[in-house]
């Protein structure tokens, strides 16, 4: 059974930075490319970065792009979103994902596996 779980969210004023983490059990993390997602409430889930197996390879959320970035440490099996520059509008809780069946890794439908996600609260 694979498990996933985010780590890493916080209460951060705006213009400060939180690092997410995400580890993954029950399945080869080197295996698939990856994603971090967002939801805040009453909008719908978003991508936010995607990264490919080998970690050359990554895309933004336009909103994020320049301020967030996506890394992965396979032989640690984890995986980061490095944020920077948070802004009131990042407030939204974080899902991480794996085990892409296909299509755009920015599309929530695209991914199989999913955490519960971690509390990012950005204040003024």
């Known amino acids: 059974q694979v498990q996933v779980m985010e780590s890493g969210g916080g209460l951060v004023q705006a213009g400060g930075s939180l690092r997410l983490s995400c580890t993954v059990s029950?399945?080869?993390?080197?295996?698939?490319?990856m994603g971090w997602f967002r939801q805040a409430p009453g909008k719908e889930r978003e991508g936010v970065a995607c990264?490919?197996?080998?970690?050359?390879?990554?895309y933004y959320h336009s909103s994020v792009q320049g301020r967030f970035t996506i890394s992965r440490d396979n032989a640690g099996r984890t995986l980061y979103l490095q944020m920077n520059n948070l802004k009131l509008e990042d407030t939204a809780k974080y899902y991480c994902a794996t085990d892409l069946r296909g299509g755009r890794c920015l599309e929530p439908n695209v991914f199989n596996a999913w955490g519960q996600g971690t509390q990012v609260t950005v204040s003024s």
């Open positions: 029950g399945f080869r993390f080197d295996r698939s490319w």
């Open positions: 990264i490919s197996r080998s970690g050359g390879e990554s």
